[in-house]
């Protein structure tokens, strides 16, 4: 299965797409860990999308999207796979379509983990990473609006788009991520 989980941060969509990928087996691509990783290991791709990461703006899509076609030309996604935190724009999201196309894949289902603002903030600022200073993550919230909000319709028009509430205990969640997604 090929699947991709959209929402703000601290929507929870890393803890969920992490049980989902056990369940599944298959691998767990989070663009946002590749590149807090890059930045800590200082390596070119670090510098290059620092400033971006600490001030909760996006990385351009050129670097993402090149991103992206390496690591699904890599040998363990060919059972399927699981995006977190990709595609965050409209432009990434068709982008991903034309190189799904070109390999032969097809992505079955966008899940979106729909949660409030309120809760959004309350739960970024129990984290302690470091891009989760309380002004970051408003302007990370802020920029999923503007940004990433655009994707759902054309997901949903695609009629891809499984929305869930993401204000449930993370069970239940669980839960309705499997039956949506028949599993
Ligand atoms: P996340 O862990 O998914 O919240 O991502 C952390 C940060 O990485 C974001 O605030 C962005 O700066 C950057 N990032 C992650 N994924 C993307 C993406 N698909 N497009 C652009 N920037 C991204």
Redesign the pocket.
Known sequence: MRVCILGA?GSGKGTQGRLLCQALEIPMI????I?RQAIDQGSELGDQVRT??EQ????PDET?IALIRDRLEQGDVERGWLM??????AF?AEELDFLLEQLDQRLDRAIWLEVSEAQLVSRSLERSRS?DQPEVVRR?IQVFHERTRPILEYYEMKRRLLRINGEQSPEQVHQDIHQGLGI
């Open positions: 941060t989070s663009t946002g860990e590149l971006f990461v909760g703006e996006l990385v993402m977190d935190g990709y595609p965050r724009t990434q891009d990370r």
